[in-house]
């Protein structure tokens, strides 16, 4: 199976990319030991986003360990990153230097999305950002509209046919929109790589 091509390769962090981004990231171990190359890490980071679906095993070797690059994702993830990231890019004018590696922030959040669970999708469509979901929207969960649909009243039961047959409509509805809340339950790797 081909993989596409993604329309914007990875490219090394330039200074200012580096100076905007430092700030988020974690410069010590949870052992509270300083991490050696921060910058480096994060090109690895990058680098693996930039390319859709591929392992981290498939890290080139110049980039060091995989495990102990796929650990420091898995670190920073939990400890937010994407989260105030995501945030931070939503806030930043067009010329900000994390604008020009806005791509690359997103790409990781797709690949973190499932370590970061449904607070980090909420987030990503309450901020507008389309291209940090890891898939199609119509086919990922929306608690936006599961919310929604929580705080819809019930219409009024009568005893009359008319409107015994609105409730039956009403609860149709219903249940069509909790579906799509939802979400698809498996989503083909073929559509998760198609997606922009």
Known sequence: MSRLTPPHPHTPLSDDAWLALAPYVLPRAPQGRRIPDLRHRMNALFHLASTSGDPWKSLPPEYGNPQTVA???RRLTHAGLWHRLLEALAKAPAN????????????ATRRAARLGGMPLLLLIRRLGLRSALNGPPWLL???????????????RLEPTAASIEALRAHLKSREALS???????HMPRTVRWAWP
């Open 71 to 73: 650990r420091f994702f």
């Open 96 to 107: 900000h230097p994390l604008r020009a590696i806005e791509h690359a922030i997103c790409r």
């Open 141 to 155: 969960p929306d608690p936006l509209l599961s919310e929604t649909l929580a705080r819809l009243p019930l219409p």
């Open 179 to 185: 579906k799509a809340a939802l979400g698809r339950r």
